[in-house]
């Protein structure tokens, strides 16, 4: 009787592809660079604070930081504040803190979600920070830095991680594509990176999907939008269209249609964002077709390039400006259409 096949451990690309070395970390070299300072001279603060976007790099950049000064796994301890946020998991830690590492010179601390901690486990865990011992060092991780409160905050080294910006995440997609074995349109590469919101870790959960469904090896813009649930590029050309020409019935019908057809709206809006802001670029920046050609592909911008033009007037940084509004107001809207209905009749309707 053949064995069954033994389980195999799922797959994470943003896992497989973490980087592990200072050198590999992309977009955030205003952190890169100091820390590999420190380590160079030896001059390591007892604790950081890195605060950023989910999706940074935050806790990729601790491990980093903990094997760059010779720590090993043993003595790297992760602990989830989301999850394990009161005082009696501080006090726990604070007492494996009093305790030597076993091969290593220091032991490391990584406290995720740090944010989440109660004010009594704050408390606790101030004691800790004020006289560290020397074989000890923090490393807070957090997307609410403001939730952290000053005392904290004040004794450690603060880094602040910037979101990673759509050309790195758009070549992070062809890259890791082509290591899966897979060719991705520029075209789509781009859409998986706009959907990724600047996030390393989503935008690699998007790819992921994308090469899970895909029985080519390579991926279309089409396959794509289908995966994500993103409008066809025809379908946001003509509502831009119907922008351009200041008819809000038929933008209002192709957004219906299109959110009916199971897309949602934010998404929409956002594909939407994404070509209005380089049909302005194209109008007051000319010299960055090239640029945006590679980014798009050059239908788009053939098109794009009709919207810059006189004809395209209707679409203008007012629009963008309202547009932007709608899109942050989406999440709090009865009905996620709503602010962009409202947007459209603000910037090219009536007041009333």
Same mark, same amino acid.
């Given at each position: %009787? ?5 389980? =195999? ?11 592990? *070395? ?15 300072? +420190? ?21 990729? %950049? ?12 043993? !003595?790297?301890?992760? %602990?989830?504040?989301?999850?394990? =946020? ?6 726990? /830690?604070?007492?494996?803190? +009093?305790? $030597?590492?076993?091969?290593? =010179? ?6 995720? @979600? ?11 865990? &101030?004691?800790? &920070? ?5 074989? +000890? ?9 403001? =939730? ?23 070549? $992070? ?42 029985? !080519?090896?390579?991926?279309?813009? @089409? ?9 066809? +590029? ?10 351009? #020409? ?5 933008? /209002?019908?192709? &957004? ?14 956002? /594909? ?5 802001? #380089?049909?302005? &670029? ?5 010299? %960055? ?18 919207? *810059? *033009?006189? @004809? ?7 629009? $963008?400006?309202? $547009? ?16 962009? @209905? ?11």
């Amino acid at each position: %009787m053949a064995k069954k096949d033994e389980a =195999r451990a799922p797959r994470a690309l943003y896992r497989e592809y973490r980087p592990s *070395a200072f050198n590999e970390v992309l977009g955030q070299g205003q952190v890169t660079s100091v820390l590999k300072a +420190a380590i160079e001279k030896d001059e390591l603060a007892h604790a950081y604070l890195f605060a950023g976007g989910r999706g940074t790099g935050k806790t990729s %950049m601790a491990r980093i930081l903990a094997h760059a000064a010779g720590t090993d796994d043993q !003595d790297i301890y992760e %602990m989830d504040a989301a999850s394990n =946020r009161g005082i009696d998991e501080i006090r726990e /830690l604070r007492d494996g803190v +009093a305790t $030597l590492p076993f091969n290593s =010179r220091y032991k490391f601390y990584i406290i995720d @979600e740090a944010h989440a901690l109660t004010k009594d486990a704050w408390g606790a865990f &101030l004691k800790t &920070l004020e006289e560290p011992p020397a074989h +000890a060092i923090f490393v807070l991780a957090t997307t609410e830095l403001d =939730r952290v409160p000053d005392t904290i905050a004040s004794r450690c080294q603060v880094f602040r991680f910037a979101k990673p910006t759509h050309e790195i995440l758009k070549k $992070l997609v062809i890259d890791i594509a082509k290591k899966e074995g897979a060719a991705i349109a520029p075209a789509a590469a781009e859409l998986v990176a706009l959907m990724g919101q600047g996030s390393f870790r989503d935008t690699l959960g998007i790819l992921q999907k994308v090469l899970t469904v895909s029985k !080519d090896k390579t991926l279309s813009e @089409e396959e794509v939008a289908k995966v994500v649930g993103a409008p066809q +590029a025809k379908v946001v050309h003509e509502f831009l269209e119907a922008l351009a #020409a200041k008819k809000i019935d038929d933008a /209002l019908s192709i &957004l219906g249609k299109a959110v009916a057809s199971g897309i949602e709206a934010n998404v929409f809006l956002l /594909l939407v964002l994404s070509k209005i802001r #380089a049909t302005l &670029l194209l109008r007051y920046a000319p010299k %960055m077709e090239g640029e945006l050609v590679e980014q798009l592909g050059g239908d788009d911008v053939a098109l794009l390039k009709k919207l *810059a *033009a006189k @004809e395209g007037a209707a679409i203008n940084s007012t629009l $963008l400006s309202e $547009l932007i509004t709608a899109y942050i107001e989406m999440n709090r809207a009865p009905e996620p259409s709503i602010p962009l @209905e409202l947007a459209l009749y603000r910037a090219l309707g009536s007041t009333q």
